[in-house]
C-alpha cells in the first residue's frame, strides 16, 4: 500500500511517514523544496517528492497511483501564514490535491485531511456557543485561514459525493512536539515566556492573521512591557472576573497515530472528528512548567486575548476508538529529560 503524505516535513507529517514506515507501508511525502525537515524524514526511507501545493502538476506527480493521500501541508497562523497564503496554499492545494487523486489516484481508499478547529473560532474575542465544543458546533471561521479549512472540508464532502472518492477531515487543536513547550521561541513558547510573547505582540501588524488589532492586545502589550526585564520568566493571563483560559492541546505523536487509525477506521469515511489531548493548556499547566524550570511566574490582569477553547473528542473514540492519552504534564517532563540543563527543581 502506498500512503501520500503532504507536509510531510513539518511537525504532524513526520510522525505519521515514522509511523507508516514502522509498519512497514510504501510512504511518499511531498515536501517543499529544500524543506529543512527533508532529511529527517528521508531517515525514515519515505519516498521524497519535492514540489509546492499550489503547482498541480507537481501535486499530479505526487497523487499518482497512491491508495490513500493524508493531506497535511498547509500555511499555518502559527508559523506566520498570510491570508494570500492560506488561499493560495491551503484552499487552492487542498482542490490541487483531490483533483490530482480523482485522476490519477483510481484506486484510492481514503483521503485524510488536516481542518482545525479555526473552523468554530468566531473571533479570538468571543468565546464559543458552547464548551466543550463537539462536532456539532456552530461553524463560523473569523479568520481566513479558519474558511481556508472549512472550505477544505466541504470540497472533501463534495469530492466524497460527486466522485466517490472517502474523505476523512480531522479538527486539530494545539499540536505540539515535546521541547516546545519549554523553549520560549517556539510557537507555543510565544504564548507563556513574557520576554518572547511581548515581542511578538510589538510586532503584531494591524490586520494580521488572527483579525485586527485592537483595545485587548493594547493591554496585553502594556501588561507585559511592565513585567519584561529581558529575563525568562513565563505568564498567565486573568481575566478581571480571575479566571484564566483552557485550551485543548495534543503531542503529534498522538495525533499522528490517531490520524492513521482513522485512516484505516471504514466507520470514519465521510466523518468530520475533533481531536486533542486529555489535558489542557491552563494555569495548572503553566505553572507546572514554571516550576519544573525554576522560573519566575506571573499573572497578568488583562482582558483575556482568547476566551477558553476546548473540543470534545468523544466522537472519534465512539466510532473508531480513537482516544488520546498522553497528559501534557507528561510531555513537559519528556522535554526536560531530553534538556536535563533546563530543569532547576525536581517535579513536585
Ligand atoms: P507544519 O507547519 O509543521 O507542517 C506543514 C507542512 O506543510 C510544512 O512541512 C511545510 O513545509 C508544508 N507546506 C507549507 N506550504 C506548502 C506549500 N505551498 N506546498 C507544499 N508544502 C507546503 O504544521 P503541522 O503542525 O504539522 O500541521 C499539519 C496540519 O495540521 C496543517 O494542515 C495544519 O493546518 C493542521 N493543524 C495544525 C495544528 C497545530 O497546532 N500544529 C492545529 C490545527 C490544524
Known amino acids: 500500500m502506498t500512503t501520500l503524505v503532504t507536509g510531510a516535513a513539518g511537525r504532524i507529517g513526520y510522525h505519521v511517514a515514522r509511523l507508516l514506515r ?15 525537515g527533508s532529511p529527517r524524514l528521508a ?19 505526487a497523487v499518482n497511483g497512491v491508495d490513500t493521500v493524508v493531506h497535511l501541508g498547509a500555511a499555518l497562523t502559527s508559523r ?36 482545525s478547529d479555526a473552523v468554530y473560532f468566531e473571533s479570538s474575542k468571543v468565546p464559543p456557543d458552547h464548551l466543550p465544543i463537539d462536532e456539532d458546533h456552530p461553524r463560523r ?16 464532502r463534495t469530492f466524497q459525493r460527486a466522485y466517490g472518492i472517502p474523505a476523512t477531515s480531522l479538527r486539530f487543536s494545539f499540536v505540539s512536539e515535546p ?24 510586532a503584531l501588524p494591524e490586520y494580521h492573521s488572527l483579525g485586527r488589532r485592537g483595545e485587548i492586545e493594547e493591554q496585553k502589550l502594556e501588561a507585559l512591557r ?3 526585564d529581558g529575563t525568562d520568566q513565563l505568564f498567565v493571563e486573568v481575566s478581571p472576573d480571575g479566571t484564566s483560559p483552557t485550551y485543548s492541546q495534543a503531542d503529534a505523536r498522538d495525533i499522528a497515530a490517531a490520524v492513521i487509525s482513522l485512516r484505516d477506521s471504514p466507520a470514519a469515511a465521510g466523518e468530520t472528528f475533533n481531536l486533542a489531548g486529555p489535558t489542557y ?28 477553547w476546548y473540543l470534545d473528542t468523544s466522537k472519534a473514540e465512539r466510532l473508531a476508538g480513537v482516544r488520546i492519552t498522553r497528559s501534557a504534564f507528561d510531555i513537559v517532563d519528556e522535554a526536560l529529560s531530553n534538556r536535563p540543563d533546563l530543569g532547576r527543581s525536581g517535579p513536585p
Not at 141 to 156: D, H, N, Q, V
Not at 179 to 202: C, N, Q, T
Not at 281 to 297: F, P, Q, T, W
Open 141 to 156: 471561521p473569523g479568520t481566513i485561514y479558519g474558511a481556508a479549512k472549512l472550505a477544505g472540508e466541504e470540497m472533501c
Open 179 to 202: 521541547w516546545e513547550w519549554i523553549d520560549p521561541r517556539s510557537v507555543y513558547g510565544r504564548r507563556m515566556f513574557v520576554h518572547e510573547a511581548f515581542k511578538a505582540l510589538a
Open 22 to 36: 514502522e509498519r512497514g507501508e510504501h510512504v511518499r511525502g511531498f515536501v517543499l523544496p529544500g524543506d529543512p
Open 43 to 61: 531517515a525514515t526511507g519515505t519516498e521524497i517528492v519535492e514540489g509546492r501545493l499550489e503547482d498541480r502538476a507537481s501535486v499530479d506527480g
Open 226 to 228: 511592565q513585567l519584561d
Open 80 to 115: 506566520g501564514g498570510t491570508d494570500n497564503e492560506f488561499f493560495d496554499v491551503n484552499i487552492k492545494g487542498t482542490f490541487n490535491v483531490l483533483m490530482a487523486t480523482r485522476d490519477h489516484a483510481p484506486g484510492i481508499r481514503r483521503v485524510v485531511f488536516a481542518s
Open 281 to 308: 493548556v491552563d494555569r495548572d499547566l503553566i505553572a507546572y512548567i514554571a516550576r519544573r524550570l525554576g522560573l519566575r511566574l506571573t499573572e497578568i490582569t488583562a482582558p483575556v486575548m482568547h476566551p477558553s
